[in-house]
């Protein structure tokens, strides 16, 4: 693997160009200048043309993992967070039965699934002296044995503005997560609809900035025309750089309030086109001055405290 080589041919410095911002002439947004009308319209949904970002809402993630800690009853905790979202990322079955077809939002729409949490994971068994142990075999990642799970018609029924599909870079089904992004890349675009290549993170897939940036950017050269992954402490800055397309942190496990305000800030500070986040708005203790407070950092320029402020006097406004 090239980015992970340490062979002389390969000696040379990386360059990130991190200060120096990729052009997109006649367009507000990052790599989407050369597309046809549809897909800027669409992709103009998602992200607001005024300052090219978007505050995504994430809460797809029952497409594996059933009803998740905060959204048991959709209707009762993520529809009082729809005005204050761009784009809902979501499943089909949620979106017929709980959104209103009235809404104005953009839709990301998951594209990909066929696992859960229970999936079964392949033993693998070994010895060592008189002892036999068993252990998931390394990289199998059972989660990422993922298909295509939408038909095309049925994005442009829901009309998706772009379309979710998990890619596991690292993991035993790579390839084939790699054929749902192609595949669907293929047959959105014949349409004008978008496709958004999700980071999986696993067992075998590290979380720093070298998998990122190998993961984002295999992505978008295969395609993509967003893609999501999550926030590094170190070298954020250089994934975003060398992704030719916008980047959108999701939000991982939930964290403190100010925290996750942090992560938002440091993530557009670092050339994020925004964010597409879950747990850190759904699970919080109020979840509607979350939001608020995490679009005051994304669109309003609000420093992490000045959003920590904002959370905190809705919170007590009730
Ligand atoms: C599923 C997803 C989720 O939508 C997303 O990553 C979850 O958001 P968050 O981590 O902020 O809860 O893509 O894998």
């Not at 990386?14 to 992709?43: C, I, M």
Request: glycine content about 10%.
């Amino acid at each position: 693997m090239a980015d992970l080589s340490t062979s002389a041919a390969d000696k040379k410095e990386k360059e990130f160009f991190t200060h120096v911002p990729q052009e997109a002439p006649g367009f507000f947004l990052k790599g989407s200048h050369q597309y046809d009308w549809g897909l800027k319209n669409r992709l103009s949904r998602v992200f607001n043309p005024r300052d090219g970002r978007t505050v995504m809402l994430a809460f797809d993630h029952g497409y594996f993992q059933g009803p998740t800690t905060g959204l048991e009853r959709v209707d009762q905790t993520i529809l009082p967070l729809e005005p204050y979202a761009d784009c809902l990322m979501l499943t089909r079955g949620i979106q017929r039965s709980i959104i209103p077809a009235s809404t104005q939002k953009a839709i990301a729409l998951r594209a990909s699934g066929g696992t859960s949490m229970v999936s079964p994971f392949e033993e693998w068994e070994g010895e060592i002296g008189d002892k036999k142990f068993k252990l998931g075999r390394p990289g199998f990642e059972p989660l990422s044995n993922e298909s295509t799970a939408l038909s095309i018609e049925e994005a442009i029924r829901l009309n998706a503005s772009v379309l979710a599909v998990q890619v596991f870079i690292g993991s035993a089904y790579e390839r084939q997560s790699l054929k749902n992004l192609t595949d669907l890349v293929d047959g959105a675009s014949r349409y004008g609809i978008g496709v958004m290549g999700v980071v999986a993170v696993g067992r075998a897939m590290a979380r720093n900035a070298q998998y990122f940036r190998l993961a984002t950017r295999i992505m978008a050269e295969l395609g993509a025309n967003v893609v999501k992954c999550y926030y590094t402490d170190e070298g954020f800055e250089t994934i975003t750089s060398c992704c030719p397309v916008p980047i959108v942190i999701a939000g991982g496990k939930k964290l403190p309030e100010l925290d996750a305000l942090k992560m938002s800030h440091n993530a557009i500070q670092q050339g994020a086109s925004g964010v597409d986040m879950g747990r850190n708005i759904f699970q919080s203790d109020a979840p509607v001055a979350m939001m608020r407070a995490v679009r005051g950092v994304v669109h309003e320029g609000l420093t992490p405290e000045q959003g920590f402020q904002m959370y905190q006097d809705l919170k007590a406004g009730g």
